[in-house]
């Protein structure tokens, strides 16, 4: 009686969680298209192979070129065909990808396709692949490698040399091959995808994501072909490749939405949802991660330096203590090194002491880094909206480009013309007042749903949280303003 009992105890909870999993969800798989084109063999290599073209096709067209004499390196990038689409349309667009929908641009991304066929190559060989230590899964040499491109950014042009943006592209792709022939289970995506954490830590929120539909119907599973291991090797319907468990999800942090739980899951109990934004029943870090946290730090420096751009008096103000500074150690103000020091290491120090120093004096942390790891995954929802803001910013300015690029691929000839004033500049496509007001307007969205997550991961903290998250959110909202009244 007592174990009937208990069975029922067991069955409703399961069932509560089952129900607290699918609300306000919506199954893609019911609809056919969607449902045929995930089962479908081809997917999602076909579209990882497309990406794999565009990539080498973009990398040989930018191979040693260099702007023309006379033209700015800044005009020449919005008219040659690779910095345009590299710089001025992916990566503002894989923000808000990210933002809205996980981690799915890492379904179609070439580096996962490369670094699984020499993951392939490699066992066939009979090659002893190693397994990702702690260090490596903890995302150490992710935030590492994100440090280098950004300071990359800063100091040598990356996204202005189309040269330079050619060995990026290929080293990205050598990386992917050799780590995929050397380790194993998708250590690239896992340990060294240079925008990984990015991707992981802006995409929690995302409202693409696979969840199960009934938790009883994976409990009584008694093939679990979606975390076999042994089905790990397969092209089709294999266990999860990033050594998840599909039945588990609670996160949009890991999970790449390759489909391939999806194709494995016999019992069919596996879902493609869409969400409404950080879905309540996904999982809270109290304390989040100390590399997670440091990623978070610098890119709070990197994307307020970046809504400081759209704003002459803004950059000013924010790039004023390193050119006091810098003399004083005999080095150029303008140096881009020394402004990258300042953006990714030294500013973010600052603005987290005094956001640190607040949380402590509101009593909701006992240390400073018990503060920072506390309010890092709430702050973030608001970082991530100011690096979605600047990515509507840089598209518009740059989207009017593309035509002239399509025309003229290597840019010199569009970019002399447009240099010499024989071509006039192309138009943004949106005013900058209506820029500024869709920044605004995600930076306040943000701001509740940063309150909302503070509450959800530390309920009895998150009135002492709120401060903190609301000066950023105030911060970023006054620079948006500035674009469109006093730029």
């Known amino acids: 009686m007592n174990t009937q009992k208990s069975d029922i105890i067991k069955t409703d909870k399961t069932d509560a ?62 008219t040659h065909l690779t910095q345009l689409i590299v710089w001025g349309l992916w990566w503002p667009a894989m923000i808000w ?16 396709l490369v670094a699984n066929i020499t993951e392939r190559i490699s066992q066939r060989l009979g090659v002893r692949q190693a397994r990702l230590g702690s260090w490596l899964r903890a995302g150490i040499l992710i935030l590492l490698l994100y440090v280098l491109i950004q300071m990359l950014v800063a100091g040598a042009h ?26 194993k289970d998708r250590a690239f995506c896992r340990g060294f995808c240079p925008v990984g954490m990015l991707l992981a830590t802006y995409g929690r929120g995302g409202m693409l994501a696979i969840r199960h539909e009934s938790t009883n119907r994976c409990a009584d599973c008694t093939g679990h072909h979606c975390a076999l291991d042994c089905n790990r090797t397969q092209w089709q319907g294999r266990s999860c490749p990033s050594l998840l468990n599909p039945a588990k999800l609670d996160s949009n942090r890991d999970c790449l939405v390759c489909g391939q739980c999806l194709k494995a899951c016999e019992p069919d109990n596996m879902q493609l949802q869409l969400r409404r934004p950080f879905h309540p029943a996904d999982t809270r870090e109290e304390l989040v991660a100390w590399p997670v946290l440091l990623f978070i730090m610098m890119v709070s420096g990197f994307v307020t330096y970046e809504l400081c751009t759209e704003w002459a008096a803004a950059k000013t103000a924010f790039l004023w203590t390193p050119k006091q500074i810098a003399p004083v ?32 004096v509101s009593g909701a942390a006992k240390t400073l880094s018990e503060a920072w790891r506390r309010l890092a995954l709430p702050l973030v929802v608001v970082i991530a ?9 840089k598209f518009t300015s740059w989207g009017g480009y593309l035509p002239g690029a399509l025309r003229d691929p290597r ?8 240099s010499d004033g024989s071509t006039q500049l192309p138009a943004a496509l949106l005013s900058m007042p209506w820029v500024s007001s869709i920044a605004v307007a995600l930076i306040v969205v943000a701001a509740f749903f940063a309150l909302r997550e503070a509450r959800l991961a530390n309920p009895e903290r998150a009135g002492r949280l709120a401060i903190p998250i609301l000066m950023v959110a105030a911060c970023f909202g006054v620079i948006s303003l500035g674009w469109g009244l006093w730029a």
């Not at 056919?32 to 990406?51: I, K």
């Not at 929908?101 to 996962?112: K, S």
Request: proline fraction near 5%.
């Open 329 to 360: 150690f005999g080095l150029d103000p303008g140096n881009g090194w020394v402004k990258g020091i300042w953006t990714l290491f030294v500013f973010p120090v600052l603005l987290w002491l005094a956001l640190g120093t607040m949380v402590l």
């Open 385 to 393: 909206a100011g690096h979605m803001a600047k990515g509507v910013a």
């Open 97 to 112: 990808v990210a933002v809205l929908l996980g981690r799915a641009w890492c379904t179609i991304c070439p580096m996962e």
């Open 411 to 418: 840019g010199a000839d569009t970019a002399i013309n447009l």
């Open 158 to 183: 990356l996204h202005r040399v189309p040269a330079y943006t050619s060995f990026f592209l290929i080293g990205l792709l050598s990386t992917a091959a050799i780590v995929g022939f050397v380790f």
């Open 17 to 78: 969680a089952t129900e607290l999993h699918n609300r306000g969800t919506i199954n893609l798989l019911q609809f056919r298209p969607v449902r045929a084109l995930v089962h479908w063999a081809g997917f999602p290599y076909v579209f990882q192979a497309a990406t794999l073209i565009i990539f080498i096709v973009l990398a040989t067209l930018s191979w040693q070129q260099f702007a023309p004499e006379g033209v700015s390196d800044k005009l020449f990038a919005k």
